[in-house]
């Protein structure tokens, strides 16, 4: 095993070789062979002109020397610097190259940095291998659960057909709700994880959010109202605003929001839908038990999962306002 070499030892042995050891060689042979100057011996004046001579060359040598030796190690450190300031959110720094032969303080340093980059990358490939494992578990579960719960919805529909007590028809409507329930459930998940994964293109544009948000009640107008749900929409008829987001994507979040409202706060009765152009946000409130007194915090977590991540893909934000008396959601600009 090569041992590691100091870097100021190397830097005390040249300048003691290229400096210091000439002049004294020289000064030693002068001092006992003596010095001839034109057949004659060197007289005290030009004795002490070749000593200042010496120790001019001395001083000389140890700035050109010293000079050269840190502008090397400023170019390592630098180059050293710029590798480790590469990186971006995608990618790490690249290597820095080593000589395994020298194996100074600064190669050590670059060794740690390489073994360092070296960790980071079989971490993230570690990651990305557990969290594509994650979302293939995730979507064949969800597929997987489908044929039980389709039996259970046959079998369920079934005994409805059959003569059963007024008890038991209500319990067959409550396995049946059930079912409904955990087939949403399992959508959303499976929607989640097709989000995450990015298998959903992602295409944004500037975008109308007052046509968009029309267009979305529009849609759900029919089965809010078959809920007996008022509605109470206040979207401007000649202003608007634009985002840029994709509309599939914003669209989403808007059906997560009122199937929130008809699966967690239909005993309210009342869904409200602001579309604010001055402060450009979309604002859907509702009248129901709170998201700490229903089954908001039971059911509606992958779905406000899934939207909080589609918001902050385009760069938007969701704030909650949640009591006793009803839940508001006001979406806008991060």
């Known amino acids: 095993m090569k041992q590691n070499r100091s870097l100021f030892r190397r830097f005390l042995k040249g300048h003691f070789l290229f400096i210091f050891f000439p002049p004294m060689v020289l000064i030693f042979f002068s001092a006992f062979f003596g010095l001839s100057i034109e057949g004659g011996k060197l007289n005290t004046l030009n004795l002490f002109y070749v000593t200042l001579l010496l120790f001019g060359f001395i ?76 979302h293939r578990l995730i979507a064949n579960l969800s597929h997987d659960l489908r044929t039980p719960l389709t039996i259970l919805r046959g079998h369920v529909t079934r005994l409805n057909k059959e003569s059963v007590s007024l008890q038991g028809q209500h319990s067959l409507a409550e396995m049946d709700h059930t079912i409904t329930r955990a087939g949403d459930l399992m959508d959303d998940l499976l929607s989640y994880t097709l989000l995450t994964s990015g298998k959903y293109p992602f ?38 605003f634009y985002w840029e987001a994709d509309p599939k994507w914003l669209t989403r979040v ?9 699966r967690h706060a239909a005993e309210g009765k009342y869904a409200h839908i602001v579309v604010d152009t001055v402060k450009e946000q979309i604002i859907v409130a509702d009248r129901g038990p709170g998201m700490d007194n229903s089954s908001y915090g039971r059911g509606a977590g992958i779905g406000l999962s899934a939207s909080t991540y589609i918001l902050k893909k385009m760069k938007l934000k969701a704030d909650f306002t949640s009591n006793e008396n009803g839940t508001s959601i006001a979406i806008g600009r991060a």
């Open 254 to 262: 808007l059906d997560n929001l009122f199937q929130n409202i008809l």
């Open 59 to 134: 001083i000389a040598a140890f700035v050109v020397m010293s000079w050269l030796f840190f502008l090397r190690l400023r170019k390592r450190l630098t180059g050293l610097q710029e590798a480790m300031s590469s990186a971006n959110q995608r990618s790490f720094p690249k290597p820095v190259s080593v000589q395994i032969d020298r194996m100074d303080e600064i190669d050590q340093l670059g060794s740690s940095f390489n073994w360092m980059i070296q960790q980071l990358e079989d971490s993230r490939k570690r990651e990305s291998e557990e969290e594509l494992l994650r």
């Open 203 to 240: 295409e944004p544009a500037p975008t109308d959010i007052v046509r968009l948000v029309r267009a979305s009640v529009a849609a759900w107008y029919p089965v809010l109202e078959e809920q007996e749900i008022q509605i109470d929409a206040d979207i401007p008829a000649g202003e608007t």
